[in-house]
């Protein structure tokens, strides 16, 4: 049933905690039928008190709980919005998105949920808001200062601005490391796709899983947001090059100290290299990178490929290539028609600014060698195909250039199912012409030749966010050139607007501050909550017969020594097939410059610290599951005796489980206090018990 006037509703924004409509919006429309689905105005929005609501209600909310219980909502959060797809498709079927393109922007965003949830109980601490950074540095000869840094979350809130490209993942990839900080998020979607933006938002909100002040979404304009913000606050932007500049020049973020990351369009290329003919895997899946990049989303990805950098002597068979494949796999029209491959553009006005694009290109030196920028003929819902004038179709476009070095190719950008061929003369000029586009988000650099790609990823590197190097290996198993995922940094220099979004727990910390701390180490142990060298130390009752819940940072056991034998070093030896000849032959031992003879093993020394700390009955300790940093420091010879120090260093509980995880620290010396080894014992311990 199609909507009448009466029926269309200006849509609401989430502020202070309620739902919140303007009196009057510019509308949205169905990106297939032009249908006018909503509208979208932000007059009378109180943006001041949702900013400060932020920051008190928010900040507060999201401090009183610790990393793994924020991490934990985020798992609980992905999986409502999982329950909840086949809706939220449905309102991604009006925006021009396909299910092959719902499954990366849809399904993508609830994936960062996943894996930050993940890695946040697996690489974050258990304490609220501070993240130690590296090593302790000892500022003093007697170790009675020290200097420590860490990290703390900002104290304001993380503005979203986003494109209209990704409408669910845009958001949800700034809003999971933001929420994993512990700073509440404000998200204002661009206004083609906002309705699913809504639609995500109000899962979140109905799901009772958010902290009070968390979300707030303002669906609608929010041209003075940087006249609010200061110090405090982060503002994540996503979308064009020249918006980003813009704001990045503004007062609050040049005086005031606003955290600005953008990441902007780029002209984003594929290189093939010169050992690629036909013939060869990497040709095949150098044409289905081009073709799905250029249809997935209808081309409307900041990574895309734009720039095609191919041998002179291929180029005529890629053009082909790409040609039929296209050809035989693309069906332009409305998602929800059977059999579509490739949907609208999000709206009118971005498919004619593509066409301007088009012909810029063209004026430039351009020549279109399949497709063409018209309007096509369309599958339309109803099964039949036909024109629709208020739909936002095109199909895709392949130009090529004769001569590579023309500007337009690497200043402008069509931003939808176009892409330019260039050939280049050298393996360093296929760098350079993929450098030209002045700092992008995503390169490929498709060859099976080791040397050429060491040398062409040492030239682009300094201009590209991420590299892909595709070839017959990874061919099927790669999640693609245009997929950024949460583990690795996205982002990109220069034209790409020089910031990072993802990267796993990087991105978390682009929601903190590192600051440097200085003070004794029972300061810095008590602001850390993890004990160091010179704290105050407890000694008495066995820690390892300790729970958590009695379990304190300091407490300490020192062994009895131990004497090592020839023998031992010699049985050791047989033991384990272990004969190297440090162990086994004194001339030679002694003709090695680290050593004064024959030595004992490393582990055999390991295994005996183990048998002089370890507490055998027993009790909370559920499991040793590793070792980390270990460092072998001095040789240890026949009649030398060894004792070992075992401090909790580190206690973290883990949410909904009957035990967590302490760190302790491990120091084996020997008789004349010299530190044989130093390293870390991970064990699993008791809540209780």
Not at 271 to 291: R, W
Not at 418 to 442: C, E, F, H, K, Q
Not at 478 to 501: F, N, Q, W
């Amino acid at each position: 049933m199609t909507k009448t006037a009466v029926d269309i509703q200006v849509l609401p924004s989430f502020v202070q905690g309620k739902w919140w409509r303007a009196s009057t919006g510019s509308p949205i429309r169905d990106a297939s039928t032009g249908a006018e689905l909503a509208l979208v105005g932000s007059e009378g929005l109180d943006l001041a008190g949702a900013i400060d609501y932020a920051r008190t209600v928010g900040q507060r909310s999201l401090g009183a709980l610790t990393f793994h219980q924020r991490a934990l909502i985020l798992k609980a959060l992905g999986a409502a919005l999982t329950e909840a797809k086949e809706d939220l498709y449905t309102v991604s079927d009006r925006t021009g998105a396909t299910r092959r393109d719902s499954l990366v922007d849809v399904d993508g965003g609830i994936g960062v949920l996943f894996t930050y949830s993940s890695k946040g109980r697996r690489e974050l601490p258990n304490t609220h808001t501070r993240i130690v950074d590296g090593g302790h540095e000892n500022l003093s000869k007697d170790g009675s200062f020290g200097g420590q840094h860490v990290y703390e979350r900002i104290s304001g809130v993380s503005f979203q601005i986003n494109a209209f490209n990704f409408p669910v993942w845009g958001m949800l990839e700034k809003f999971a490391p933001a929420f994993l900080a512990g700073v509440p998020s404000i998200v204002k979607p661009a206004t083609p796709t906002a309705i699913l933006t809504e639609a995500a938002v109000r899962v979140m909100v109905d799901s009772g899983l958010l902290p009070e002040g968390s979300l707030q979404l303002v669906c609608g304009g929010a041209r003075d947001v940087l006249d609010l913000l200061d110090v405090r606050d982060h503002v994540s932007f996503t979308g064009s090059a020249d918006t980003a500049a813009g704001l990045a020049m503004h007062p609050g973020i040049i005086r005031r100290g606003i955290r600005f990351t953008a990441e902007a369009d780029s002209l984003n290329a594929a290189i093939l290299g010169p050992d690629v003919t036909a013939a060869e895997p990497e040709f095949d899946a150098f044409v289905a990178s081009v073709v799905s990049e250029m249809t997935t989303k209808a081309g409307q990805k900041c990574t895309s490929i734009r720039r095609i950098i191919v041998p002179e002597a291929v180029a005529d068979d890629l053009v082909a290539a790409i040609a039929e494949r296209i050809t035989a796999r693309t069906v332009v029209g409305d998602p929800r028609a059977e059999g579509t491959t490739m949907g609208p553009l999000a709206s009118t006005e971005q498919r004619d600014d593509v066409v301007r694009s088009v012909e810029a290109l063209i004026a430039g030196g351009g020549r279109i060698v399949f497709g063409s920028p018209g309007a096509p003929d369309a599958k339309l819902a109803d099964g039949t195909t036909g024109s629709v004038a208020d739909g936002a179709f095109m199909s895709p476009v392949l130009l090529r250039f004769d001569n590579a070095d023309a500007d337009v190719v690497h200043d402008i950008e069509a931003f939808g199912p176009v892409a330019s061929i260039v050939t280049y003369s050298s393996p360093d000029d296929a760098a350079r012409l993929a450098n030209r586009g002045g700092g992008s988000l995503v390169a490929t650099v498709c060859s099976h030749d080791p040397a050429f790609v060491a040398r062409t990823v040492s030239l682009i590197a300094p201009y590209h966010g991420r590299i892909l190097v595709l070839d017959r290996d990874v061919a099927r198993s790669s999640t693609g050139h245009g997929s950024p995922v949460p583990h690795l940094v996205h982002g990109g220099p220069g034209r790409a607007g020089g910031g990072e979004e993802l990267g796993g727990i990087r991105a978390v910390k682009h929601f903190m501050r590192r600051v440097a701390l200085q003070g004794s180490p029972d300061v810095l142990s008590g602001l850390t909550e993890q004990w160091r060298g010179g704290a105050a130390v407890a000694e008495g009752e066995h820690p390892f017969r300790k729970s958590l819940a009695r379990l304190r940072t300091g407490d300490r056991i020192v062994s009895e020594e131990r004497e090592i034998t020839l023998d031992d070093i010699g049985h050791f030896a047989e033991f384990t097939g272990d004969t190297f000849y440090a162990h086994t032959d004194e001339e030679a031992a002694a003709a090695n410059p680290f050593f004064p003879g024959r030595v004992a093993h490393g582990y055999l020394l390991l295994a005996w610290a183990a048998g002089l700390f370890v507490d055998p009955a027993p009790g909370p300790v559920l499991a040793n599951y590793g070792l980390e940093n270990l460092r072998f420091l001095t040789p240890v010879s026949p009649g030398d005796r060894v004792r070992v120090t075992l401090t909790a260093k580190q206690i973290t509980p883990r949410e909904n489980e009957v035990y967590g995880e302490v760190r302790w620290d491990a120091v084996l010396v020997n008789q004349s206090d010299e530190t044989v080894a130093t390293y870390d014992v991970l064990t699993l311990v008791s809540k209780d018990g």
